[in-house]
């Protein structure tokens, strides 16, 4: 792969924040003529970055894929939102579907091959929210673990969705949640982690931001959740309403106590032309899980990129 200083460069939204852009073309030469004969739009969850998918994005332009990918505003390389920028923060999701919405129109543009949207956790979430309102029309969609709902439920949920909603319209909503705070590296512990049982591909994540600590990311604060809660009742009435989509594979890591599996499942049921494979002892991040449990993944992928 080339290096990121020349895969990657900065855009401008129109309201001013800067995005850094990622762009890799397929291993066999062009954009996206390759074996895959398209190209994947690749999007991160929460506190994520471009350079811990060096390993899936190898994979994709191995098949021949050209890759497009973005930080996120408030992540990555990406301008921050607030002063410390350890705060994972937003106003609304909106603003990720319009980020995303512009990544589309004004930087990747039209193409003669397929564009497949693949997403994980949040960015999951924003992209299966972006399809079903018609933002955006990919040929198709991966989602990895995607954020349908957060595993909290009952009066729990009710008490910590009415006060995100209270501390975030009284003006604190750029606090940080209970119990978060900034990234520190010496607080980082692979033991009981809920992401990966891989400890080499967990420790190449931190070691990446220990090369760039320009890129770590810390907690939510109150507005980022209560932003979250709102697109999560957003886009758990769009289905019925939606006017189309595409062919989508949904795959739910079944050990993952990040987001709910449940809400997964209840969301297949509903979208049409929905596949959802489920990947037994995979935590959050099957794509930083053991190899055997990757494997899985991409023979599913493949497969999915293989029909019609």
């Known amino acids: 792969m080339d290096s990121f200083e020349n895969a990657t460069r900065f ?3 129109p309201d001013g924040t800067r995005l850094r852009i990622g762009h890799w073309p397929s291993a066999s030469g062009g954009n996206g003529g390759g074996a ?3 190209r994947i739009v690749l999007c991160h969850g929460r506190t994520e970055f471009l350079e811990k998918y060096t390993e899936t994005i190898d994979e994709l332009t191995g098949r021949g894929f050209e890759v497009w990918s973005m930080d996120w505003r408030g992540q990555g390389a990406s301008d921050r939102t607030l ?3 350890h705060k994972g923060h937003i106003d609304r999701f909106e603003t990720y579907l319009a980020d995303l919405s512009w990544f589309f129109d004004e930087i990747i543009g039209p193409a003669e ?3 497949v949207l693949m997403a994980h956790s949040m960015g999951g979430h924003i992209a299966l929210r972006a399809v079903l309102e018609g933002r955006i029309q990919p040929d198709r969609l991966i989602l990895s673990a995607p954020m349908i709902d957060l595993p909290i439920r009952g009066i729990i949920r009710f008490t910590i969705s009415g006060l995100s909603r209270a501390i975030t319209a009284i003006g604190f909503g750029d606090r940080y949640l209970p119990g978060q705070g900034d990234y520190d590296p010496t607080r980082i512990k692979f033991d009981g982690n809920p992401l990966t049982s891989d400890r080499q591909r967990f420790d190449a994540i931190h070691a990446a931001i220990a090369a760039n600590p320009v890129v770590a990311l810390g907690g939510p604060t109150f507005s980022w959740l209560n932003a979250a809660f709102g697109s999560i009742r957003a886009l758990r009435r769009l289905p019925e309403g939606s006017p189309r989509t595409c062919p989508i594979l949904l795959c739910t890591a079944m050990a ?7 809400a997964q499942t209840e969301m297949n049921a509903l979208l049409a032309n929905c ?5 037994a002892d995979a935590r959050h991040e099957t794509l930083f899980e053991v190899d ?3 494997q899985q ?6 497969r999915f990129m293989s029909t019609g």
């Open 292 to 294: 055997a449990l990757r």
């Open 297 to 302: 993944f991409w023979r599913e992928f493949d």
């Open 113 to 115: 091959g397929k564009t």
């Open 11 to 13: 855009e401008t939204v």
């Open 256 to 262: 993952d106590t990040v987001v709910s599996v449940t």
């Open 36 to 38: 895959g004969g398209g």
């Open 275 to 279: 596949t959802q494979v489920r990947i």
């Open 83 to 85: 002063r410390n920028p």
